[in-house]
């Protein structure tokens, strides 16, 4: 349909697809087929969760969600601590080379960090 309309003199709006981000996506899906497939990805991230949410309840961080059944895999939120907020976290944090991001939620963002 676009050459169609530019054979018609009227030129149509397209875009090329970010050739890196093509490559990228290749990338990204040979490692996951490379390392026994998808269901072992996918277990992988399944069982770091596991850990990643057992210490932080034996440290005593709360997660945002009800319970670690439903929480993602890839991101974990978690709130505060009792009396702390992003300013006594997140700047201590990222000087040890944590990766951080405030909450986002509207109705809850000061009491959680993401990471």
Same mark, same amino acid.
């Given at each position: 349909p676009i050459m169609k309309a530019y054979e018609a003199r009227q030129p149509s709006y397209f875009a090329t697809p970010a050739c890196n981000l093509i490559g990228a996506l290749r990338v990204g899906l040979e490692q996951m087929q490379g390392n026994g497939g998808m269901d072992n990805y996918f277990k992988a991230h399944r069982d770091m969760k596991t850990k990643v949410h057992a210490r932080l309840?034996?440290?005593?961080?709360?997660?945002?969600?009800?319970?670690? =059944?439903? $929480?993602?895999?890839?991101?974990s939120c978690i709130r505060y601590p009792a009396g702390k907020g992003p300013a006594d976290i997140l700047p201590q944090m990222k000087k040890k080379g944590w990766i951080l991001a405030a909450g986002l939620?509207? =109705?809850? $963002?000061?009491?959680y960090f993401r990471c």
């Open positions: 309840d034996s440290m005593g961080l709360k997660l945002l969600t009800e319970s670690s =059944d439903i $929480a993602s895999n890839l991101l939620h509207p =109705d809850c $963002a000061a009491e």
